[in-house]
């Protein structure tokens, strides 16, 4: 075996094999990991809204999954939307 | 449905892409909201995003803008403020007292902080549901 074929399987193949590997983990989505909450780090997504599938009427919508509603900034909440009076609405806070 | 102008139309559309959560826990999500509105017959809806100060009649106009808002039960969390607030409309509240709603935020509260927002909201949702009893 000479020189050039001794290099070319001790570090050829290596090379090679480290290439592969590599390819695999950057092709196969690496963003997919980032797009999580963690608590303490920036949460830019946009707001969602969901309830599940029944309409205003009663009447259930056909096919399934929960509607999504636009969820608008605070701005654009119409004044008007303040119709509960206080004290009617329960429930509760907590921070986290 | 939507409390909005628009409907979202398309499921598919790049606004969902940018959503916090996974296909896999939409599912989910849909699945424990769609068994909590049959289980009590109150209407239940889960809102992820940035709560204006103060967070409190932020969350309170959002849930007015629900279709029944009396039988409605919102659970509101705002993760840049990590803060959560759970809303309950005037026929809601009979049935879920505040002090059940604590119970519930509590571990949503701590699921939350684990990064889990949509266990949270399910692990809610179902404490809620245990609580509020069978229509």
């Known amino acids: 075996m000479d020189i050039a074929q001794t290099v070319l399987i001790f570090v050829g193949v290596p090379l090679a094999v480290i290439a592969i590997v590599a390819a695999i983990v950057y092709a196969g989505g690496g963003k997919t990991r980032a797009k999580r909450y963690r608590p303490g780090r920036a949460y830019d997504f946009a707001p969602v809204w969901f309830t599940s599938s029944a309409k205003p009427g009663g009447a259930a919508v056909a096919g399934h999954g929960s509607h999504e509603l636009v969820a608008r900034t605070q701005a654009a909440l119409p004044a008007a939307a303040t119709a509960s009076a206080p004290g009617v609405t329960g429930g509760a806070s907590d921070r986290w | ?135």
Do not use: W
Not at chain 2, 59 to 74: C, F, M, N, Q, T
Not at chain 2, 114 to 129: E, Q, T, Y
């Open chain 2, 1 to 135: 449905m939507t409390a909005g102008d628009q409907t979202q139309t398309s499921t598919e559309t790049p606004a969902q892409a940018e959503g916090p959560f996974t296909t896999r826990q939409l599912l989910r999500l849909d699945e424990a909201l769609r068994l909590a509105d049959e289980t009590t017959s109150l209407t239940f809806s889960v809102y992820c995003g940035d709560l204006a100060e103060p967070v409190r009649e932020t969350a309170e106009k959002l849930h007015s803008e629900l279709p029944d808002p009396a039988r409605s039960v919102l659970l509101a969390a705002s993760p840049n403020q990590r803060q959560l607030e759970i809303v309950t409309g005037e026929q809601a509240r009979r049935r879920l007292h505040d002090r059940d709603c604590k119970l519930a935020a509590f571990s949503m509260a701590a699921a939350f902080n684990g990064g889990d927002l949509a266990g949270g909201f399910i692990s809610g949702l179902a404490m809620l549901v245990n609580l509020a009893g069978r229509s």
